[in-house]
T-cell receptor, first 111, second 114 residues
Framework: DAKTTQPTSMDCAEGRAANLPCNHSTISGNEYVYWYRQIHSQGPQYIIHGLKNNETNEMASLIITEDRKSSTLILPHATLRDTAVYYCIPHGSSNTGKLIFGQGTTLQVKP | GAVVSQHPSWVICKSGTSVKIECRSLDFQATTMFWYRQFPKQSLMLMATSNEGSKATYEQGVEKDKFLINHASLTLSTLTVTSAHPEDSSFYIC??????????FGQGTRLTVV
């Protein structure tokens, strides 16, 4: 599995966009980029995933660079409930569901 | 998204006893379930992969005789922590998936061994 680098922590003001970067320079061609988040003392929650095109759903947008070596998760209007640890996980379809978690980014949304 | 339920949410047990944790996929059939462990201020660590009807595959360093996994149906997997000791106290999380879906996680089980 590809290795990832994420900032340890970030702050964001409530109502502003939160942009969470992830470097995955060793990602292989068949690996998607998945994003999950974990609110304190809960199980991880799926957010979004993509292969090479940008993706958007009701929770977030995912921007993947053309060379696929990095991506950015965007929460367009962060709320206090978005405070969580965010994990970027490259994941190939051949390992269905087997996710290897790095350290993630702790996002603190402040009033 | 799909619903995965774990039971119990928390459990306290005495050292030397065994504890069973259940993981159920409520609205889809999970061909594969995964078990993770998470210590305070650390990330999730994959313990084992279980496929319905077959033996679980354990990650390196995880004792298969201590952490018994059963995946008897497409909607239920169980993790039994045998002869639990205080160092087994942790947050245990399961996830479930099939070929058509991303992985969905249970809410976790906090185990405290006293």
């Amino acid at each position: 599995d590809a290795k990832t680098t994420q900032p340890t922590s970030m702050d964001c003001a409530e109502g502003r966009a939160a942009n969470l970067p992830c470097n995955h320079s060793t990602i292989s061609g068949n690996e998607y980029v998945y994003w999950y988040r974990q609110i304190h003392s809960q199980g991880p929650q799926y957010i979004i995933h993509g292969l090479k095109n940008n993706e958007t759903n009701e929770m977030a947008s995912l921007i993947i660079t053309e060379d696929r070596k990095s991506s950015t998760l965007i929460l367009p209007h962060a709320t206090l409930r978005d405070t969580a640890v965010y994990y970027c996980i490259p994941h190939g379809s051949s390992n269905t569901g087997k996710l290897i978690f790095g350290q993630g980014t702790t996002l603190q949304v402040k009033p | 998204g799909a619903v995965v339920s774990q039971h119990p949410s928390w459990v306290i047990c005495k050292s030397g006893t065994s504890v069973k944790i259940e993981c159920r996929s409520l609205d889809f059939q999970a061909t594969t379930m995964f078990w993770y462990r998470q210590f305070p201020k650390q990330s999730l660590m994959l313990m084992a992969t279980s496929n319905e009807g077959s033996k679980a595959t354990y990650e390196q360093g995880v004792e298969k005789d201590k952490f018994l996994i059963n995946h008897a149906s497409l909607t239920l997997s169980t993790l039994t922590v045998t002869s639990a000791h205080p160092e087994d106290s942790s947050f245990y999380i399961c996830s479930a998936t099939n070929v058509d879906t991303e992985a969905f996680f249970g809410q976790g089980t906090r185990l405290t061994v006293v």
